[in-house]
């Protein structure tokens, strides 16, 4: 057979994650490198008793084709745990938030759209917007996020700008509140749309994070969640909040897409969240991150001493970003790291340009603190010897 591929084809591109996450497989590994939210962390319990609910209380409806829009009590959920004034039909519930970037892909960008994106931003979001054949343009970042001069300067004729405020995956970092306020000014003042991505959220350690961006303008903004985080990633339960004026469009793509997000689990999650389940089970999550955090920062200080290894704190989430010295490239290190049974993700992939060859990034989630303590000792070795072998090179004679 003659199959002829669609030239978006060619934009869709194997996940560098997936591929790394299939070398975590092998036994022994301790991986660093997947955002897989710790099982420790999974209410099964209240997911066996919400299952036994939902098939006595209503279970033909349950196993039923749906509304496309999502289960009318969970949209309403979603709606009253924002911290603005938001519409439940303004709700869209999704297979997952990466469908929700999907949608947004379909109904926002045409093949040389220009797309602004953080630097360094999501992958999956890069390989979501990729088949729509955006042209995606980096937008400088520091520590507290985008930079908004430079925002400003690239504005003109871009679709829109996808920003993640909260514990950004990869970097781990936090957008400040006055820098969420530039952002939303300047946003607003040149018509520029915001894509604000939250799966991190409800993962702050200390303090709440500041306000949204479209708690501050909720007409520019289309606002993306997960219950992946704060419940389980195998739900595939997201949700997206968009004004009015565009929600149609993104309804219809999602029509076209799957029809509904399984209506079971939808009831599943609504008779789960009931009672304030979120408000109880949330904080048991924090406290877990936080001590893996501690364990993941202590045992970089400790292991990379006199490395010249910059590494960030970060305030909730589950990354943490870190750079290596000159001459070190990750993606190079990695299979030596994982001869030491220790995975990491390199940071390169992460970039819309040129990437940095020396950073990566590390999840502190899933491993516990005594396999975060191996394999941070295990990293630290194997940059050592890189760095030895770097040396070697030189000062070997160039060749004649």
Same mark, same amino acid.
């Not at 999704?94 to 892909?105: H, M, N, R």
């Not at 980096?138 to 993640?164: P, Q």
């Not at 509140?177 to 993962?203: C, K, T």
């Given at each position: 057979?003659?199959?002829?591929?669609?030239?978006?084809?060619?934009?869709?591109?194997?996940?560098?994650?997936?591929? %790394? @996450?299939?070398?975590? +497989?092998?036994?022994?590994?301790?991986?660093?490198?997947?955002?897989?939210? /710790?099982?420790?962390?999974?209410?099964?319990?209240?997911?066996?008793?919400?299952?036994?609910?939902?098939?006595?209380?209503? *279970?033909?409806?349950?196993?039923?084709?749906?509304?496309?829009?999502?289960?009318?009590?969970?949209?309403?959920?979603?709606?009253?745990?924002?911290?603005?004034?938001?519409? #439940?039909?303004?709700?869209?519930?999704?297979?997952?938030?990466?469908?929700?970037?999907?949608?947004?892909?379909?109904?926002?960008?045409?093949?040389? /759209?220009?797309?602004?994106?953080?630097?360094?931003? !999501?992958?999956?979001?890069?390989?979501?917007?990729?088949?729509?054949?955006?042209?995606?343009?980096?937008?400088?970042?520091?520590?507290? *996020?985008?930079?908004?001069?430079?925002?400003?300067?690239?504005?003109?004729?871009?679709?829109?700008?996808?920003?993640?405020?909260?514990?950004?995956?990869?970097?781990?970092?936090?957008?400040?509140?006055?820098?969420?306020?530039?952002?939303?000014?300047?946003?607003?003042?040149?018509?520029?749309?915001? %894509? +604000?991505?939250?799966?991190?959220? +409800?993962?702050?350690?200390?303090?709440?994070?500041?306000?949204?961006?479209?708690?501050?303008?909720?007409?520019?903004? %289309? !606002?993306?969640?997960?219950? /992946?985080?704060?419940?389980?990633?195998?739900?595939? @339960?997201?949700?997206?909040?968009? #004004?009015?004026?565009?929600?149609?469009? &993104? &309804?219809?793509?999602?029509?076209?897409?799957? &029809?509904?997000?399984? %209506?079971?689990?939808?009831?599943?999650?609504?008779?789960?969240?009931?009672? *304030?389940?979120?408000?109880?089970?949330?904080?048991?999550?924090?406290?877990? !991150?936080?001590?893996?955090?501690?364990?993941?920062?202590?045992? @970089?200080?400790?292991?990379?001493?006199?490395?010249?290894?910059?590494?960030?704190?970060?305030?909730?989430?589950?990354?943490?970003?870190?750079?290596?010295?000159?001459? $070190?490239?990750?993606?190079?290190?990695?299979?030596?790291?994982?001869?030491?049974?220790?995975?990491?993700?390199?940071?390169? #992939?992460? !970039?819309?340009?040129?990437?940095?060859?020396?950073?990566?990034?590390?999840?502190?989630?899933?491993?516990?603190?005594?396999? $975060?303590?191996?394999?941070?000792?295990?990293?630290?070795?194997?940059?050592?010897?890189?760095?030895?072998? &770097?040396?070697?090179?030189?000062?070997?004679?160039?060749?004649?």
């Amino acid at each position: 057979m003659n199959w002829k591929l669609a030239a978006r084809a060619a934009k869709m591109n194997p996940s560098v994650l997936r591929e %790394i @996450l299939k070398v975590t +497989e092998r036994p022994g590994i301790i991986s660093l490198a997947g955002g897989l939210p /710790s099982p420790k962390t999974f209410p099964i319990q209240a997911f066996a008793d919400a299952c036994a609910e939902v098939l006595h209380n209503d *279970g033909q409806a349950a196993l039923q084709y749906a509304a496309s829009e999502g289960y009318a009590p969970l949209r309403q959920a979603v709606a009253d745990m924002l911290p603005w004034n938001v519409d #439940p039909a303004q709700v869209l519930i999704t297979t997952g938030s990466q469908q929700g970037l999907d949608l947004v892909a379909k109904v926002l960008i045409d093949p040389g /759209s220009k797309v602004l994106v953080e630097t360094p931003t !999501y992958l999956g979001a890069l390989q979501a917007f990729g088949p729509m054949e955006p042209n995606p343009m980096s937008v400088a970042s520091d520590e507290d *996020g985008v930079i908004v001069e430079d925002l400003v300067a690239k504005a003109k004729d871009a679709r829109f700008v996808y920003l993640l405020p909260n514990f950004q995956n990869p970097t781990g970092r936090t957008m400040t509140e006055e820098r969420r306020a530039a952002v939303s000014a300047a946003a607003a003042e040149a018509g520029l749309p915001i %894509i +604000e991505d939250n799966p991190y959220g +409800e993962l702050w350690f200390d303090e709440a994070p500041p306000l949204p961006l479209t708690a501050r303008n909720p007409e520019g903004c %289309i !606002y993306l969640g997960s219950f /992946s985080k704060v419940l389980a990633p195998g739900l595939r @339960l997201g949700f997206l909040v968009a #004004p009015k004026a565009i929600y149609p469009k &993104l &309804l219809q793509a999602k029509q076209a897409v799957d &029809l509904h997000t399984p %209506i079971f689990t939808q009831r599943m999650v609504s008779a789960v969240m009931k009672d *304030g389940f979120l408000d109880r089970h949330v904080p048991t999550i924090r406290a877990l !991150y936080k001590r893996q955090r501690d364990a993941m920062i202590a045992a @970089l200080t400790r292991e990379m001493a006199g490395l010249d290894v910059k590494f960030n704190a970060p305030k909730g989430g589950m990354f943490l970003w870190a750079r290596l010295p000159e001459g $070190i490239d990750t993606v190079k290190l990695l299979p030596k790291a994982v001869e030491r049974n220790v995975a990491f993700v390199p940071g390169a #992939p992460f !970039y819309a340009g040129l990437g940095d060859p020396r950073t990566l990034r590390l999840s502190f989630v899933t491993a516990s603190v005594e396999e $975060i303590d191996t394999a941070i000792a295990a990293l630290a070795l194997t940059l050592r010897e890189e760095l030895a072998l &770097l040396g070697e090179h030189k000062l070997a004679p160039a060749s004649v």
